[in-house]
């Protein structure tokens, strides 16, 4: 290994904070003019009258006020609320509207998150009748949803999505509901008329909503399952809002605990329902729908955390900059004056970590989001396809999805591999099977999707802490610029509802042993390789080689067990399984980073905008790749070390001293080999008594395979904090606007 | 009147004034420091323009927009994103450089030919629209260099409001000295309004109408002609960036249900239109109506406002 001295070379820098042309192309929407023209409208929304109302302290109130409502019209004004429809009913973007969703709450959250829960719940309300509505259902809740158009004369409707209750009942675990739907009235030959008993807590949009898609159990044995059902004011019975709940982050949105005794037609059911032997069968449990509705917007909810990072950077540089400005011996033109803050390492290099992390986050977020814009049309068809197939739904789909899973792995492995050297035509076809396609990108989002959500909010929530940090007192008072703590506050609200941690961690564990995936993973273990051969500074082989420390971790927990003989990789064994899908999802998000770096270089050339700069963008985001894969690797070092060796039973000397050699010993064979006594690590003194310690040393065999990768990971970090100081000089040099273009 | 106007807009993107604006001579001669790479806005008086030209567009059937912008393509395009998205217009886009250092004479000159060029524009329906000046170059003369190569005569600088009236005549209010207007009326088009800040507050963004405006947009880049302007043979002595803090400030007073308060002495104190004093008459540019063209009868601007600079 070469240690060899390597200074800071001086080269292209950050001229700029990177602007539009930049993201579209990293984000991969610089040929989408929908999108482009989205990202402007909610910006301005963002920076206008959402930052306005931050600044004249709407948040400090639970109440939903006349300021906070007319936010809503903001939203439909600037085309925000009709993201979420199809063009038939009022909406403006044609096919699958993920990145689209992404884009508009990554520039909410820009300023408040609140806003963007806002702005994002209305379409969770619509979500299960998008995902699982019968086509009357769509047509008639979309059209009154969309914004009304000059000329029109009808009221515009708003939802909810009510899933959780009061406590004891309904929150992470989505199984145990209280709520319950009965038949109340069911004349021969009629549609029946249902009756809904539902309490709701911590119900986002309820403070206005005119309908909510509520989850209820049945409470009937002449209804078959859970389902989901709309109710609308207006309906006979209770449709009350209740109470604002007393929340300390979001305030720009409404969020309540209603109650709901209301009698609806049977036609509410969402899905619809079919009556058999006298029952009615929901086409859809509630729990099936609440799966196809949180696998998308948890994507939102990710990245609107990886924008308070992002939206970090030029209130700190600005407050690090000026620190010590209009001092008495302060002088222009001196480092102090210039630099303030920005003169100690430290300060840059956790600023460096913060807009890591935000990059990372944001990759992540929109790569989880294209992967549903592309899983979205075939997830619709998903009947259709199985049926083609001969996959029967349900447990028996497994034994029929195993010959098919071997096509999708084998298709997975072909696509990686340059045309030249494949069977081209197996490859094709392979391509065009929809039921190959629909698995192999089905098996990627369904890791993605809690990723996202998890370590997005998670351990962003951890850094926009240190955000909060670098601003000193001014970080933790209202006024401070960028609105860093409450955004803070804010990221841990995003790290709990639709699911906390907890549920993420959960579903990772089962769909990251996924063989497709698996299948996927390796591959991008070789494209790293690769990667790294091409750009040496990227961090891709220091991530490479963390990926394959994780996957043989993950491997041996599956087949190991603990001390007293029991299995590791098990559902109930969190302790397990939970840390390894944070490792996981530290890996995802830095190669998400160093693939949109990859994009930067080979497109941005494309665009004469960036001829001045591109250079500069590419030196910071490489190397900002390069800390963030350090990262990874020393998190997944950690967490997969722990996870090999922690549940393993200490050697004691009792049991395990028949290997120790006792000092006569030694002494004699140093005489045959001069030099052994010191690498003797364990040894019994002259009367055969143990030193001082708890046991002798753990010995690795058997972990050899671990032990090589792990040691090959730590000379992998070669190279890692100079890129951190590269980084952190670039900070300095960076021009970064007069001020902010929000309100404080 | 039997046929709408024919609204013309010069305007381009300027470096958004938030941003760090730092001169520096270049090789190519000079500029701002990173200039590419700072987020551009339609500049800010221009962008008065076009609101009010959309708006009055829109209240006259029959009308059309256009929005002439000579400036760097790949930027003008990510200025689309957002303006296309407020007003309804058509582009004409010239590829060439938007710097402030350029030199007004030669972007008049190819500002001029470009809407020579326009197809179907109707040039006894021009209403040359534009900004009073830019906020890069603060020069204020290219609006009345383009409309002197136009042929147009009736010009008007710093408008607050042009009324179509229902006779077909203009009229036409302008800023001048002491917080005053001057009311002018024209008989019609052709003309040219270099406006201030006109009365329209920035429209909302919508995605929507940009969608539809983008279909002709993305072809108008697409063929824009290329030219050279810049500042050759220019020698700048010194360069100042705006100041940060303005000297505008608005005053908001009470509604008077009475007659706006007139000061013998004109310092200023009056709000809304008032007589001028007999020194601001040499700024008329617009002869053509008669004894009327003074309009010394409606009341002011309303809203209780008045600005100073
Ligand atoms: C502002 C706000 C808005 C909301 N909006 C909506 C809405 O519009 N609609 C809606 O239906 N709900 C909404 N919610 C509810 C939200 O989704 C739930 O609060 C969230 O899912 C957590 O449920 P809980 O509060 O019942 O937590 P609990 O179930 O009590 O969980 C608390 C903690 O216990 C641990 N835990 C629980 N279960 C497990 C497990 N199986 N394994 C390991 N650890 C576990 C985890 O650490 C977890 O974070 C909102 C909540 C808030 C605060």
Redesign the pocket.
């Known amino acids: 290994m070469s240690t060899g001295k390597a200074a800071v070379e001086k080269g292209p820098t950050l001229s700029t904070l990177p602007g539009d042309d930049v993201r579209q192309i990293m984000w991969r929407f610089a040929e989408r003019y929908d999108l482009q023209m989205l990202v402007q409208s909610a910006r301005a929304v963002a920076r206008g009258p959402v930052a306005r109302l931050v600044a004249d302290g709407a948040r400090n109130t639970h109440e939903w006020t006349p300021e906070k409502a007319a936010l809503l019209n903001a939203f439909d004004e600037a085309g925000i609320t009709a993201v979420f429809l199809e063009p038939e009913h009022g909406g403006f973007i044609e096919g699958p509207k993920n990145l689209a969703l992404a884009l508009a709450a990554l520039e909410l959250a820009w300023v408040d998150g609140g806003a963007a829960?806002g702005a994002m719940?209305g379409h969770?309300g619509l979500a299960p009748i998008h995902e699982k509505g019968t086509p009357e259902q769509s047509e008639l809740y979309m059209k009154r949803s969309a914004p009304v158009q000059p000329g029109e004369k009808r009221e515009q409707w708003r939802g909810?999505?009510?899933?959780?209750e009061p406590?004891p009942y309904?929150?992470?675990?989505t199984g145990v509901l209280n709520g319950k739907v009965t038949v109340k009235e069911w004349k021969g030959g009629e549609e029946p008329i249902l009756h809904v008993e539902k309490r709701?807590?911590?119900?986002?949009?309820m403070a206005f909503a005119n309908f909510v898609a509520a989850a209820v159990d049945t409470g009937d044995e002449r209804i078959k399952s859970s389902c989901m059902v709309i109710l609308e004011e207006g309906d006979p019975g209770t449709y009350d809002r209740g109470t604002p709940?007393k929340?300390l982050?979001?305030q720009l949105?409404s969020?309540n605990d209603p109650i709901f005794s209301l009698d609806v037609p049977a036609s509410r059911i969402i899905g619809g329902y079919t009556i058999k032997d006298g029952v009615i069968v929901p086409n859809y449990s509630h729990g099936e729908i609440i799966d196809s509705v949180f696998k998308r917007t948890r994507v939102t909810v990710g990245l609107m955390t990886a924008a308070k990072l992002l939206s970090a950077v030029e209130p700190v540089i600005r407050y690090q900059r000026g620190r010590f400005r209009g001092g008495e011996s302060d002088q222009p033109g001196t480092p102090r004056h210039d630099l303030g803050l920005q003169q100690k390492e430290d300060a840059l290099h956790r600023l460096v970590d913060i807009w890591a992390t935000g990059e990372a986050g944001a990759s992540l977020g929109f790569w989880a989001a294209r992967v549903f814009d592309e899983l979205d049309p075939m997830d619709h068809r998903r009947p259709e396809i199985f049926a083609k197939y001969d996959i029967p739904e349900g447990r028996r789909a497994l034994r029929a999805m195993a010959e098919w899973t071997e096509r999708a792995v084998e298709y997975v492995r072909l696509a990686a591999k340059p045309a030249a050297d494949r069977d081209q035509a197996r490859f094709q076809e392979l391509e065009g099977n929809e039921l190959v396609q629909y698995l192999v990108t089905d098996a990627l989002a369904n890791v993605l999707c809690p990723a996202v959500k998890l370590w997005n909010t998670g351990h962003g929530a951890n850094m926009m802490r240190e955000a909060v940090s670098l601003m000193g007192g001014y970080g933790i008072t209202e006024d401070c610029p960028g609105f860093l703590p409450q955004k803070w506050m804010d990221a841990q609200?995003e790290a709990?509802?639709?699911?906390?941690?907890?549920?993420q961690r959960?579903q990772l564990s089962v769909t990251m042993t996924n063989a497709i995936f698996l299948a996927q993973f390796e591959e991008w273990i070789r494209e790293m390789r690769r990667v790294a051969g091409m750009r040496p500074g990227s961090g891709a082989c220091t991530l490479a080689s963390a990926m394959e420390l994780w996957l043989w971790t993950l491997r041996h927990l599956l087949e190991a067990k603990d001390a007293a003989g029991n299995p590791l990789y098990k559902g109930h064994r969190?302790g397990v399984t939970f840390p390894l899908a944070d490792a996981l999802c530290w890996l995802l998000a830095s190669r998400s980073q160093i693939t949109d770096m990859i994009e930067l270089e080979e497109r941005g050339p494309q665009n004469p905008s960036l001829s001045e700069g591109l250079a500069g963008f590419l030196r910071f985001f490489t190397d900002l790749c390069h800390v963030q894969a350090a990262s990874a690797a020393g998190e997944v070092s950690r967490v997969c070390s722990s996870l090999v060796f922690g549940y393993n039973a200490h050697p004691s000397w009792k049991t395990d001293a028949g290997n120790v050699y006792d000092a006569r010993e030694l002494v004699v064979l140093e005489n045959v080999m001069p030099g052994l006594c010191s690498c003797a690590v364990d040894a019994l003194d002259e009367d055969l008594g143990a030193p001082l310690k708890r046991g002798p040393c753990v010995r690795f065999d058997g972990y050899e395979p671990f032990n090589l990768r792990r040691g090959k990971l730590d000379g992998c970090l070669t190279g890692s904090r100079l890129a951190k100081d590269n980084a952190a000089r670039m900070l300095t040099e960076v021009m970064i606007p007069e001020s902010l273009d929000y309100p404080q | 009147m039997t046929s709408g106007f024919h609204i013309v807009v010069c305007g381009s993107l300027v470096p958004d004034p938030l941003q760090t604006l730092e001169p520096v001579q270049g090789p190519g001669g000079p500029g701002l420091k990173n200039e590419m790479m700072l987020p551009s806005v339609l500049d800010p008086w221009a962008a008065h323009a076009l609101y009010e030209a959309a708006h009055l567009a829109k209240q006259t059937p029959d009308s059309r927009v256009w929005l002439v912008s000579l400036g760097p393509k790949a930027r003008l395009q990510q200025l689309m994103m957002s303006i296309a998205q407020k007003a309804a217009f058509q582009l004409v886009a010239v590829d060439g450089s938007a710097s402030g250092f350029t030199d007004c004479y030669d972007v008049a000159a190819v500002l001029a030919e470009a809407i020579e060029g326009i197809e179907g524009l109707d040039r006894s329906r021009l209403l040359l629209f534009g900004g009073r000046s830019s906020a890069s170059r603060d020069a204020g003369v290219t609006m009345q260099m383009v409309g002197e190569r136009l042929g147009i005569s009736e010009q008007f600088l710093a408008v607050d409001k042009l009324e179509a009236r229902s006779d077909g005549s203009l009229r036409v209010l302008e800023r001048v000295e002491g917080g005053r207007y001057l009311a002018s009326v024209c008989d019609g088009p052709p003309l040219v309004c270099a406006w201030s800040t006109g009365e329209l507050p920035e429209p909302p963004n919508n995605p929507q109408i940009g969608m539809q405006n983008m279909r002709a947009i993305m072809p108008a880049l697409q063929k824009a002609r290329t030219v050279q302007v810049g500042a050759a043979g220019t020698d700048y002595r010194s360069v100042e960036v705006p100041r940060q803090r303005r000297d505008t400030r608005v005053v908001k007073m009470r509604r008077s249900t009475k007659s706006p308060a007139r000061s013998s002495s004109g310092s200023g104190a009056e709000h809304g239109e008032s007589p001028l004093p007999s020194t601001h008459t040499r700024r008329r540019h617009v002869t053509q109506s008669g004894p009327g063209s003074l309009d010394r009868r409606s009341p002011g601007l309303g809203g209780g406002e008045r600005w100073e600079l």
């Open positions: 829960t719940a969770l909810a999505f009510a899933l959780t406590i309904v929150g992470v675990d709701g807590r911590f119900i986002t949009n709940t929340k982050v979001h949105s969020t609200l709990t509802y639709e699911g906390p941690e907890a549920v959960r969190q």
